[in-house]
């Protein structure tokens, strides 16, 4: 299994190399074209909202494996100002500098699973995963009973 | 009578150390390796059990198998044997050889100690009993062990083949459910027909957006005559479907919503506002003629009894 | 990496070679706003073929970049979008609204000099 990435973020040109990185590890991971096109998305929204939010932090990247199936952690981390009200940074539309809004809400709508954790001074932490979804997880061969 | 005692008792004997008469054995089996090998091989050749193994390939499984089979008699334990078994299963049914070879492989080796053992004790009838009630037991058991190997892989086998069936079908239904046809040069048609689901709606959409770039169309017809209910959910997809196919350039047309579909869509607030809705695919058609700039024209041919036909002119 | 705009005609092409950081699409934006009153462009093709990824940021500088020409009295055309990358948008929420679109290059000006043409506004 490949080892985890780690990508520092302290400018927008990291944020291009963040979800290049990302790219490359689901590829290892196994993940199809449009996947990795949703996953290297996802990645850029949570690194630029490292870089609008924080100034610097970082992106963590690594392979994971559950329940026989391969997928993609994705973890970005600050230490910002922090979020202070999450359920509203994650609805539609809501920005607070100007731009679309849509960058966390975004990506949660991109990956499989999505967590945020924050502290008002203290920092912000994303994790979020996907999962290679194998035809067989959508139309599950059951043994009959 | 004697024998029998130490029959029951040498049948159950894997813990047990082993008796000077199973020593005997070994060191008997040992130090007649060579030949007694060289005689199964024979045998085996004769029988053609050999059939698709190099001559090298026969020496090195040939001494393996023997020395295994000793090794389980000398211990009074199973997994060495077990675990080449299943080696030996995996690269045999790989390598298409029958079971007949593996197993009237064994059964040979096994005639073969048999044999080499009345030569021993034919002159003593006590002590060739006894040391058949030590060896038989073992044999068989690795005999059973190697035939419960093989049944494994190849049942293995045979439920990874169904498995990859299964998955192709799947495939192939998948596609089959959403064709995307050509009708004229920039123009595609796609029928949806059947409940469409989150994941149906995004393999239809990448499924679009790649038939749009490799035919170069300019206008799709989306059909939902045959969607037999579309909520909000499906409402939305169809949204993102029409948004994506229009970031390449092209124009999307629906057709086919139903008085009752549109109704539900008007209650439950919908917007379809951004979407070209035409009502039904022969009024999509033409309206995809008159974005792509093409006129239909009814050319009459004199004499000919079929209706005229008509013809497309750009 | 700076995006290198062409001259074809009347029109501009600004045609990406590689991965766009936020300060080479803020570039691209102020340099085509300069460009195009300084050759008089009625038309820009922006070809984003190459690109693998289209974050909102992207989008909202093209939308920006559209917006900002028109005033400056020449169409944008987006050209060349990937399969996968416009999937990605749609999921992510995002859109072109205001903005033209065509398959490629080829298309792009195609749409552009039907336009000017006044002829038919598909494509929009």
């Known amino acids: 299994m490949a080892a985890d990435v780690r990508v520092p973020i302290e400018s927008d040109a990291d944020i291009v190399t963040a979800r290049q990185q990302g790219r490359a590890l689901a590829a290892t991971v196994g993940f199809g074209n449009s996947e990795l096109t949703l996953i290297a998305t996802a990645i850029s929204e949570v690194a630029r909202n490292i870089v609008e939010h924080a100034g610097r932090g970082e992106v963590i990247l690594s392979p994971t494996e559950a329940n026989n199936s391969q997928g993609i952690v994705v973890v970005a981390r600050d230490q910002g100002p922090g979020i202070p009200n999450i359920e509203q940074a994650l609805r539609d539309g809501y920005s607070t500098r100007g731009s679309l809004g849509l960058g966390l809400p975004g990506a949660r709508r991109l990956m499989d699973e999505f967590e945020i954790a924050s502290k008002v001074g203290k920092g912000t932490t994303v994790t979020m995963k996907k999962w290679i979804h194998r035809n067989l997880t959508e139309f599950p061969l059951r043994p009959r009973r | 009578m004697k024998g029998k005692g130490n029959a029951i008792a040498v049948r159950e004997p894997p813990a047990a150390p082993a008796t000077e008469l199973t020593r005997e054995l070994v060191a008997h089996f040992r130090g007649k390796k060579d030949f007694l090998r060289q005689q199964w091989v024979e045998q085996m050749t004769a029988k053609s059990f050999l059939a698709g193994l190099t001559p090298k390939e026969t020496e090195t499984e040939s001494i393996t198998i023997y020395d295994t089979c000793v090794g389980c008699l000398e211990r009074g334990e199973y997994r060495a044997a077990q675990s080449y078994a299943t080696s030996m299963a995996e690269r045999g049914v790989l390598r298409g050889m029958t079971t007949e070879q593996i197993i009237g492989g064994l059964l040979t080796l096994r005639d073969v100690y048999g044999r080499s053992l009345f030569h021993r004790y034919h002159r003593e009838m006590a002590r060739l009993s006894a040391a058949l009630d030590i060896y038989e037991p073992v044999a068989n058991k690795i005999l059973s062990i190697v035939a419960l190997a093989f049944i494994e892989e190849r049942e293995k086998v045979v439920r990874e083949e169904r498995e990859k069936v299964v998955r192709q079908q799947q495939e192939a239904i998948r596609e089959l459910s959403t064709p995307v046809l050509q009708v004229r040069e920039h123009l595609l048609v796609l029928p949806i027909i059947g409940t469409l689901d989150s994941h149906r709606a995004r393999l239809l959409t990448e499924q679009l957006l790649r038939s749009i770039r490799a035919n170069r169309a300019k206008v799709v017809i989306m059909d939902i005559t045959g969607v037999p209910n579309v909520d909000s959910k499906v409402a939305n997809h169809l949204v993102q479907t029409v948004d994506a196919c229009r970031l390449l350039g092209a124009t999307v047309i629906v057709t086919g919503v139903a008085p009752e579909i549109a109704q539900t869509l008007t209650t439950i607030g919908v917007d379809l506002g951004r979407i070209l809705t035409v009502c039904d695919l022969q009024g999509g058609i033409e309206e995809a003629d008159r974005l792509l700039g093409y006129r239909v024209i009814v050319t009459e041919s004199a004499g000919s009894p079929s209706p005229p036909a008509p013809a497309l002119e750009r | ?124």
């Open chain 3, 1 to 124: 990496m700076q995006v290198p705009i062409l001259k074809q005609g009347s029109y501009l092409i600004a045609s990406v070679q590689a991965a766009l950081t936020d300060a080479d699409l803020l570039d691209l934006r102020d340099r085509l706003a300069v460009q195009v009153g300084v050759y008089r462009s009625r038309g820009v093709v922006v070809d984003v073929t190459v690109l693998d990824v289209m974050d909102s940021f992207a989008t909202r500088m093209l939308r920006s970049i559209a917006q900002i020409l028109r005033l400056r009295g020449a169409e944008t055309v987006i050209v060349g979008m990937q399969p996968d990358v416009a999937f990605a948008m749609v999921q992510l929420g995002l859109r072109l609204e205001g903005v033209s679109t065509a398959l490629d290059l080829e298309e792009g000006l195609e749409l552009l000099r039907r336009r000017e043409k006044g002829g038919s506004n598909h494509g929009r």
